[in-house]
């Protein structure tokens, strides 16, 4: 759980249900946390616009700075969370506009290259969000403008990942609250919100893949 003080600090506390206790409570100096993801382990990843915190039981707190941005229409939600299967820690990339999966594994990086402009009529180029296929074969990137990219994580060239696939939201509105996942391997769902002279509505957009399962 993380709590927003009115001093502009960050109060974040981990409860760990075996031991009936709270692991983490740490109080960060940072005013906006935007994500909270925490390892079996509990370790704690916080995100926010500005800079992603890793908190250690009883080692304190291990600063990530993301690299500066010179365009303030992005200082919006960054992508700074561990993946869902503990795999991969997602952070962003120096361009602002791509993303590094540090394996908590192997401790290989994999870089997730955009590569474009931002979209027309949209201001913001970066990683909205992101998911991984089953096996972490694949991954799948919404980014604030609307651009859909899958990457194929298993290749890599002198880039980064292999690029599989590339999809666009119609959307021409401010989109806002990006969220992306994947079904199985063949399918890429994103939810989104945006405003038009009718006030916040809810867009979908299916990306069929058309890819066989890999061996």
Avoid at 6 to 13: E, I, M, N, P
Avoid at 113 to 121: C, L, W, Y
Avoid at 173 to 201: A, K
Wanted: overall charge negative; hydrophobic content about 35%.
């Amino acid at each position: 759980m993380a709590t927003w003080h009115s001093d502009g600090g960050c109060q974040v506390k981990c409860y760990d249900r075996v031991r009936d206790c709270l692991s983490t409570d740490t109080l960060i100096a940072d005013c906006w946390p935007a994500q909270i993801s925490v390892s079996e382990s509990g370790r704690v990843f916080v995100g926010s616009p500005l800079s992603g915190y890793a908190i250690d039981t009883g080692a304190g707190v291990q600063p990530y700075p993301y690299p500066l941005v010179s365009d303030p229409s992005c200082l919006t939600e960054t992508v700074f969370r561990l993946s869902p299967d503990e795999r991969f820690l997602i952070r962003p990339g120096l361009d602002g506009g791509s993303l590094l999966l540090e394996d908590q594994r192997s401790g290989h990086y994999v870089f997730l290259p955009r590569m474009e402009p931002v979209r027309p009529g949209q201001q913001c180029r970066k990683p909205a969000s992101i998911a991984f296929s089953a096996l972490n074969a694949l991954a799948a990137v919404a980014y604030h403008d609307g651009l859909i990219l899958v990457f194929d994580l298993r290749h890599e060239d002198a880039h980064g990942a292999r690029r599989l696939v590339r999809a666009e939201l119609c959307c021409m509105e401010r989109l806002e609250r990006l969220i992306i996942r994947m079904s199985g391997f063949d399918q890429v769902h994103t939810v989104f919100g945006y405003r038009s002279d009718r006030g916040l509505s809810l867009g979908r957009h299916t990306l069929h893949l058309g890819l066989a399962a890999p061996d």
